[in-house]
């Protein structure tokens, strides 16, 4: 097999385990919404991030390396943001569809990559979104429109991924595999309080305990490894353009799962934000050292994956 042929299959092979990453974690974060009605949102994202976190904990054992006082606490806090975009994601998909939300969600990263580069050309990113943004809640009758509480919780999570990147940067001393799995173990610790607070005991259920563990690989673990595959093999700005067709990926998995029908207008709103992330995306400055939706892509840390 030639060179140029074997490069064209890694390639062929890392967009579709990337692919397989957006299905995995949106089909994860459908089957996460059945736990609603048994330990609330809240219990949900901390079964979740706990069994990600000791999954994480034990492949890499972060124990064996040193680490330096500087970096642990920027690894603490970058968890701890974490921990809240998880939950506040969580909390909106209570009363938001999940296409919408994870639409809502990408306007953080997005609004920090626009604000950290200052372009002209980013300002078209801005007002594509922000068209996004009217179609998904401005525009329509009441019954059309998204909850405005759970609309403002998945932009709240939204901010904290956008800090979640920043902080994940300045933990970038340490060994990916070690920030990542403290990092998960403090995203953990910030959760618990808040499904134990809701769910108490029933969260020790064999039952409940069984389907967590599954929520925490199928929309954790397995797109994480899946990633990691994708990203040795992408360009980071392929990696990133691919990464923004999430929100479609997770209206259709609303869709296909849990019965959520997205308005014309509203798919028309996810669509915009999709190609404001895009563009913003493909136009970024190759040699830029500020965070992008590109970064964001790049450090796999969204809703409780984790960040390398």
């Known amino acids: 097999m030639s060179a140029s042929h074997r490069s064209d299959r890694s390639i062929l092979v890392a967009v579709a385990c990337l692919v397989g990453s957006l ?3 949106c089909v994860g974060t459908s089957f996460a919404k059945s736990l ?4 609330g949102a809240e219990g949900t994202v901390a079964l979740r991030t706990a069994f990600a976190a000791l999954v994480l904990l034990a492949v890499w054992r972060p124990w064996r390396r040193p680490l330096a006082r500087r970096d642990a606490a920027w690894i603490c806090i970058y968890g701890a943001t974490l921990g809240l975009t998880n939950l506040l994601f969580y909390m ?3 009363t938001v569809p999940l ?3 994870l639409a809502l969600e990408i ?3 997005l609004g920090l990559a626009v604000l950290s580069s200052r372009r002209w050309v980013d300002f078209t990113w801005i007002a594509l979104a922000a068209v996004g943004l009217a ?3 401005l525009i329509g009758g009441p ?3 998204p909850d405005m509480a759970g609309a403002a919780y998945a932009l709240g999570a939204g901010v904290m991924w956008a800090l979640y990147i920043v902080f994940g940067q300045k933990a970038g001393n340490a060994h990916g595999g070690q920030a990542t799995s403290i990092g998960l173990l403090c995203a953990a610790l910030v959760t618990l309080p808040f499904g134990v607070a809701q769910a108490g005991a029933g969260l020790l259920a064999p039952g409940v305990l069984l389907a967590g563990l599954a929520v925490g690989i199928v929309s954790s673990a397995l797109p994480y490894s899946l990633e990691m ?3 040795k093999r992408l360009p980071r700005r392929t990696f990133g353009i691919l990464l923004s067709l999430e929100p479609a990926v997770g209206a259709l998995a609303g869709v296909l799962f849990l019965a959520e029908r997205p308005t014309a207008g509203q798919w028309a709103g996810i669509v915009c934000i999709m190609a404001a992330a895009v563009g913003c995306t493909a136009t970024a400055r190759r040699a830029a050292p500020t965070p992008s939706v590109e970064a964001a892509a790049a450090a796999p840390g969204r809703r409780g994956e984790t960040a390398g």
């Open 92 to 94: 909106s998909l209570r």
């Open 229 to 231: 595959v994708a990203l």
């Open 107 to 109: 306007t953080g990263p």
């Open 143 to 145: 019954t059309a429109r």
């Open 99 to 101: 296409g919408i939300a």
């Open 23 to 25: 299905v995995a974690l």
């Open 135 to 137: 179609l998904l809640l």
């Open 36 to 39: 609603f009605p048994v330990v």
